[in-house]
């Protein structure tokens, strides 16, 4: 599903590279956490993988596409079969949950009668049934990410990248939004989560890739957070 | 491409960027405006050209004294002078007017300044002969051969008088489209300068936009067609604005004028004529600017 091979990224302004010969690839239906302290690398990572930014050096395959030959106008039919899920949520604070939801079908021009049918069927799935005409604000944080989390799966996408989903929200809600995780990676839906959590990652005991300084520095199929610890 | 969904984005648009949509649309209608005037006074000129060079004529104004004497040209010098013009070289046609004539004529011309006429008694019009001739390139010659001859006051090209209010009319359609074009740029400023900030202001929304795989069209024609639609409202009004303009204004100061066939008279049809292409130019400039602002300014 996602496959790096020897990717270095530079950016202009710094010259220590973001990322160094970073070389990891990751299967249909797997879920990854991808660790590591600020600065070492899991944002360019996730970047990359969204074609928001080319590798300096390297390739990138994701799905059929290699990221580094794709063409700017196909960009769209890429990221169409990728979710995201953000720690600040990034909802439309203008309209309503079920609104939310719908807006990412509108805007890749599905038809009408399919919003009407499947954003119901999202929201159930993520349990907010019943809260479709509420208002992101009426909502609270673990709520508010379930409608992210709705937004992202509803074009049914191959991968789901989550850039510390849980960073906003207290244990009993993270733990809450992880088993929703789950349950969409269950789906068959390959699921690339970077997080700072400890707790998650030792209890999940899923792979864990780590970076440190742009490098990986371990990859162990069933991991904790920090050896050790 | 949804039709609503982009429509109902352009609605938003419009609506919460309302100050800067106003002067935007106002600056473009004042600008295609301008523009449509001075098209019209290039409408003008045409047809005043068309009017006038098939009945340009060369006045010989007689003297004083023989436009008071001699009324009807049977005496000397006057009947001399109307028979060597008519066998002078190139001359098509000479037709002699009185005194009388010549302020009957000025009644008619200037039936819409009475003032004017109550103050313009008969003696101050020269009697004259209304020389037509084949060429009219002609006039020097003639000029020379009769100018200072017994009786003759001056000999006058009508074509002179001509070129003086084509140069008028001229300069007016000039300084029509420079301050068009001045009020263009501060256009195509604000409208540069209302997708910025309508971009800005839906940063959220492109950016969600964006990440779900949205094309280029669908996140920025909203922008695009905001500027389009603000431009054909401008030009809308432009058209409004002309079209009082001339119900209101043009047609009263210029009545004088018009009936005395001196300058051809503005129609609505002149105005609805030029309407497409305000509307024409209104679309695409906007949408150029749109489209090169979002090039420029708007990561997609």
């Known amino acids: ?229 | 491409m949804r039709a609503s969904f982009v429509f109902s984005e352009v609605l938003t648009g419009l609506r919460r960027n309302v100050t800067m949509t106003i002067a935007m649309i106002l600056t473009t209608a004042i600008s295609l405006g301008l523009l449509g005037g001075g098209l019209l006074v290039v409408r003008m000129i045409d047809r005043m050209g068309e009017n006038y060079l098939d009945h340009l004529e060369v006045y010989v104004h007689l003297t004083d004294d023989v436009s008071q004497s001699d009324a009807t040209c049977s005496d000397e010098p006057c009947g001399s002078l109307q028979s060597s013009l008519q066998n002078a070289a190139g001359v098509e046609s000479v037709v002699f007017e009185s005194r009388e004539e010549a302020y009957a004529r000025f009644q008619q011309i200037f039936a819409g300044q009475p003032e004017l006429v109550d103050l313009t008694r008969p003696e101050s019009l020269p009697a004259s002969f209304r020389v037509k001739l084949e060429n009219q390139e002609r006039f020097a010659a003639l000029e020379e051969e009769f100018s200072g001859q017994a009786g003759v006051n001056r000999v006058v090209d009508q074509a002179e008088f001509l070129d003086r209010l084509f140069d008028l009319l001229g300069g007016v359609r000039n300084a029509t489209f420079a301050v068009a074009l001045v009020q263009a740029i501060a256009a195509l400023l604000l409208i540069s300068n209302t997708i910025q900030v309508s971009a800005f202001t839906r940063r959220t929304e492109v950016g969600i936009m964006r990440l779900v795989g949205a094309t280029r069209w669908y996140t920025q024609l909203p922008f695009l067609l905001e500027a389009v639609v603000a431009g054909l409202i401008g030009a809308l009004l432009a058209v409004g604005g002309l079209v009082v303009a001339k119900l209101g204004f043009i047609d009263r100061v210029l009545q004088g004028p018009i009936e005395a066939n001196i300058i051809p008279e503005l129609s609505l049809a002149d105005v609805l004529l030029i309407s497409p292409v305000l509307f024409g130019v209104a679309a695409a400039v906007s949408a150029v600017t749109g489209y090169v602002t979002l090039r420029l300014y708007v990561r997609n």
């Open chain 1, 1 to 229: 599903m996602i496959r790096l091979e020897h990717v270095t990224k530079v950016y202009k302004t710094s010259p220590r590279p973001a990322l160094e010969d970073v070389s990891v690839s990751v299967d249909k239906g797997e879920f990854v956490f991808l660790i590591g302290p600020s600065g070492s690398g899991k944002s360019t990572f996730l970047r990359l993988l969204l074609r928001e930014d080319v590798p300096t050096k390297g390739e990138i395959h994701v799905a059929d596409w290699d990221l580094t030959k794709l063409p700017r106008r196909r960009v769209p039919r890429l990221r169409q079969r990728i979710g995201c899920v953000f720690q600040d949520f990034r909802l439309l604070v203008n309209k309503t949950v079920a609104e939310n939801v719908a807006f990412a079908l509108e805007v890749i021009g599905k038809p009408r009668h399919t919003i009407r049918k499947v954003v119901p069927e999202v929201l159930q799935l993520v349990g907010l049934d019943g809260k479709a005409e509420r208002m992101p604000n009426e909502l609270s944080g673990g709520e508010q990410q379930r409608v992210a989390i709705a937004r992202a799966f509803v074009n049914r996408p191959l991968l789901l990248l989550a850039d510390e989903p849980t960073g906003n929200l207290d244990p009993d809600t993270s733990q809450d939004i992880m088993l929703l995780l789950e349950r969409i990676n269950r789906t068959g839906t390959t699921v690339l989560m970077a997080t700072h959590d400890h707790s998650i990652v030792d209890s999940m005991r899923r792979r864990v890739v780590e970076l440190q300084f742009g490098k990986v520095t371990r990859d162990d199929s069933r991991g904790v957070y920090g050896v050790g610890r």
